[in-house]
């Protein structure tokens, strides 16, 4: 079985060297062991952090060890009583094919309900980190007009449809004509805006908000920060709620932001601004994944993911999170 392991950490741009493919023995599992064979791993921008020693809110990935991540697997083989050969798991074990773990590490997943890999995707925590946002956070109502930012990525896409599902309109932005298409097409949101082409996001935005016969918007579900938020504070509706859930424009800048210009608007137009991190919401998980299981079987919740085929194209995977190659969750089979 192969693993792949961080041997040394990245400076800037992680390149191939800082990475090694091991090949290991997998001997029958001990004592309340389980053994696993990986059937899908997911890749997310936050496994950079891991990769440098910086102090963080998770600790780094240990060197000459298999890095960690979102995985669905099978069961193999059990030496626990809960677990059995066949089991669906989830575990944070990505990055190799086959593992032994305890079955504190593992937890049973549903075979029947859901495709597999919606268990890293709209039933795992991006849909729970979409699903906190617009539900919990913006109290989002029926015919309400909603304002999505990297709409087409893991937690936006996904965002885009609840909302859509929940009776209200959506306006989505993301960078080039492929993702804006995909918005239309596949997420069917109301409007969509390629911010790379626009040279005033809040005229854009505005444009839009009249195009689907609007005259404001009552949620923003922030992801990019900077002109983003400026765009949303103008063209907010009085008591509009915004939803923070990141601000990825902002993550790798070094002057001091120039913008928004205009966060008086959270008064004058009484916004309520609140920041949010899905762990927090754990509690709403069934609820999401009992929603979302209806949403699938009616044919409301399309798959958005951008899939790499086997352990070799792990890193390819990675690397396309940053170069913007990747729609909605970016994934790696297992199958071959
Ligand atoms: P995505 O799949 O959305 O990937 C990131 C996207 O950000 C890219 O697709 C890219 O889209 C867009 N992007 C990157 N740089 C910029 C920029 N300068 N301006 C505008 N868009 C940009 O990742 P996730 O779904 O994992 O994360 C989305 C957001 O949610 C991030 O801000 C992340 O930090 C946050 N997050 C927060 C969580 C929480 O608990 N609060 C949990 C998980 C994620 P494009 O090609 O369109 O530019």
Redesign the pocket.
Known sequence: SREIHLKRRPIGTPVAEDFAMVTVDAPPPGPGEVQVRNLWMAV??AMRGRMSDAKSYVPPFALDAPMEGPAIGEVIASNDPVFAPGDLVFSRLGWREVFNAPASALQQRDRSALPTQAWLCFAG??GL?AYAGLMRIARLQPDEVVFV??A?????SIACQIARNTGCKVIGS???PE?TAFLRDVLKVDAAID?KAEPNLTKALAREVKAIGATGIDVYFE??GGD?LQAALSLAHNFARFAV?????QYNVTDAPTVPRNLTMIMTKRIRMEG????DHMDLESEMVERMTAWNAAGQMASAETVYEGIDKALDAFWG?FT?ANIGRTLVGFLG
């Open positions: 997310d921008p925590m991006p980190t930012s990297a087409s990525g893991a937690v936006g993301a960078g080039g993702k911010y992801n990019v983003h859930c990141g601000m990825i424009s949010f991190i899905a762990l999170l913007g």
